[in-house]
C-alpha cells in the first residue's frame, strides 16, 4: 500500500513536471506575449493638435512628438545628488518639442487633458514647469477641448517671438 502511494506520488510530480515544461514559453513567445504594437504613437487630440501646429509652422522649424525629457535636457554631473535629479526626467516626456533647423529646442508644448487634473499629474507638470523654465525652455500648456487653431497659432506665435528676441541685437 505504501509502495503504491509513493509511485502514485512520483508519477503526479513527472506529471506536474511534464505540465509545467510544457508551459514553459520560448524567450520571443514570452516577449509576443508581453508586449504588442500600439494602433498610433499619438491619441486622437494629440494627433490632431500635432497636424495643426506642423501646418502653421513655419518652414526651418521640427515637430518632434513625445520626447523623453532626458533626450534634451541633461544633468550636470558635478552636484548633489545627480541621480536624484535624473530620476525627474528620465522616464518622463514632452507632447512636443519644436526644434530649430540646427535641431536645438526652441518650445515645448504639454497637452493637458482630463488625467492633468489628478494630484499626482499635477505634481509632475508643475516639475516639468519647473525643469523646463531652470534650463531656459519655454513650456506652453494647450488644454484638450481647446480650439487647436487659435492655440496653434498662439504657439507659432511664441516662437515667432522667442526668434525675435534671441536674434535681436543687444542694446
Known amino acids: 500500500m505504501v509502495i503504491a502511494l509513493v509511485l502514485l506520488g512520483i508519477a503526479y510530480l513527472a506529471f506536474q513536471y511534464f505540465l509545467n515544461q510544457q508551459k514553459k514559453l520560448s524567450e520571443i513567445d514570452q516577449y509576443k506575449a508581453a508586449y504588442y ?24 522649424y521640427h515637430l518632434f512628438t513625445k520626447v523623453r525629457i532626458e533626450d534634451f535636457i541633461g544633468v550636470r554631473k558635478k552636484i548633489e545628488r545627480p541621480a536624484h535629479f535624473r530620476g525627474y526626467i528620465q522616464s518622463r516626456h514632452l507632447d512636443f518639442l519644436v526644434c530649430d533647423e540646427h535641431m536645438e529646442p526652441v518650445l515645448a508644448v504639454e497637452l493637458d487633458g482630463g488625467s492633468h487634473k489628478m494630484a499626482k499629474t499635477i505634481e509632475i507638470d508643475a516639475r516639468k514647469d519647473l525643469i523646463c523654465e531652470a534650463v531656459g525652455l519655454r513650456l506652453e500648456r494647450v488644454r484638450v477641448g481647446s480650439d487647436f487653431t487659435a492655440e496653434a497659432n498662439r504657439v507659432k506665435n511664441v516662437i515667432t517671438m522667442t526668434d525675435v528676441i534671441s536674434i535681436s541685437p543687444s542694446i
Do not use: I, P, V
Open 37 to 60: 504594437l500600439k494602433d498610433s504613437l499619438m491619441n486622437k487630440s494629440e494627433y490632431l493638435f500635432f497636424k495643426e501646429l506642423e501646418r502653421q509652422l513655419s518652414s526651418g
